[in-house]
Structures are given as C-alpha cells and as structure tokens.
C-alpha cells in the first residue's frame, strides 16, 4: 500500500483532532505539529484552516455514505427509508465530534434549503429522496414533495439524536433506536396513501 500523501496526513490528522477535541482545536499550527511538518508547510495543500475543513467535511459526507452502503436499501421503502435513517445514528454515535460539525453546527459553505438540495448537491440526502421518490412512484407513498418528504424523515432522525446526546433521554442506547425506528413508521404510515 503506497504511504499518503503530506495532504492526505494533514487531512487526517485535522480529522483526529477535530473528532477528539471538536473543531475549535483544529488549527494550521497544530495540524502542523501532528504531522511534523512546519506550520508554512501545510499551506502548500490547503490555502486556509477554512479549506482544511471543507476537505474533511467533504471526505466525511462519503464516510457517512458508506454507512448507508453498509445497510443495502432494499425491501420495502419503509425497510429502506428506516435502514437509511439508522444508519445516520450509527454515524453519529460513532463520531459525535464529527457529527455535529457536519451536520449540527453553521459552517461556512454548508450546503441550505431549497436551492442546494433541490440541485441534488446534498450527497447525504439524496438516496432518501430516491428512496422517496421510488415509493412514490410505486404508489406506496401518496404523491407529495420529494425534498420536503426527505427533509420530514431526516429532521426528525436528527431531531432525536439531538435530543439523545443532550442527555434529554433515560434511555439506553438500543430503547433509544428502538423509540426513533417508532417514530419514523409513523411518520412514514403518514405518507401511505
């Protein structure tokens, strides 16, 4: 296996400091120290902390994609939308620091609703809006927005995972899954025709 690239280890190393301390603590000169090389140096790769970021960000929507791809989409839109949404908490527990800076927190260039997600930019959300709109064409659903549909499942996925890592549940984590798996049949009985 060929050794990473100085660009590859400054991304990786900025992702390990950002899923250990979050991302106030990801700065070029500290980046820089955890690769070995100096501070001028990363600069040559990434113009600002800003790009840095963004690289990592974009790198963590394919991370999260492969959480998705880990859990075929298949059987049933209701099975599929379900497995699609479990796997955004799997993501979540499994990096909160990450979690949180891509999908919970204002960053520069993220991507916004409407225009962004309509134009199929969001690499996140577009297999739930293909799973919805598959279901709508099949008739499983009843005819409705796509996005706004899309959005309706994810907001509340992410709504409970919000709520869960504030310490709002008394919950283990599996009750936890098993609460939001209810929640989403509902929402998703909602959308039958």
């Known amino acids: 296996m060929a050794e990473p690239s100085?660009?590859?280890r400054i991304s990786r190393a900025a992702l390990a400091i950002l899923?250990?301390?979050g991302p106030d603590a990801v700065s070029m000169r500290r980046v820089a120290d955890t690769v070995g090389i100096t501070p001028m140096a990363i600069y040559h790769h990434f113009p600002n902390r800003e790009a840095?970021?963004?690289t990592i960000t974009n790198q963590q929507f394919a991370t999260f994609l492969s959480y998705i791809e880990a859990r075929p989409m298949r059987g049933s839109p209701e099975t599929q939308l379900i497995s699609a949404m479990e796997a955004y908490i799997d993501y979540a527990f499994d990096r909160p620091r990450i979690f949180d800076y891509v999908f919970a927190q204002p960053r520069p260039?993220?991507?916004r609703y409407p225009e962004d997600f309509r134009a199929r930019r969001s690499p996140t959300l577009n297999p739930i809006a293909d799973a919805v709109r598959a279901a709508m064409h099949a008739g499983t659903?009843?005819?409705d927005d796509v996005w706004e549909v899309a959005l309706a499942l994810w907001a509340l996925t992410h709504g409970y995972v919000a709520l869960y890592r504030a310490g709002r549940f008394n919950l283990t984590e599996k009750d936890f899954?098993?609460?939001v798996r209810r929640a989403l049949r509902r929402l998703i009985d909602g959308l039958k025709p």
Do not use: P
Request: charged share 45%; no cysteine.
């Open 19 to 21: 899923e250990a301390e």
């Open 177 to 179: 899954r098993a609460l």
């Open 141 to 143: 659903f009843r005819k």
């Open 6 to 8: 100085t660009a590859e």
């Open 52 to 54: 840095l970021l963004d």
């Open 109 to 111: 260039g993220a991507r």
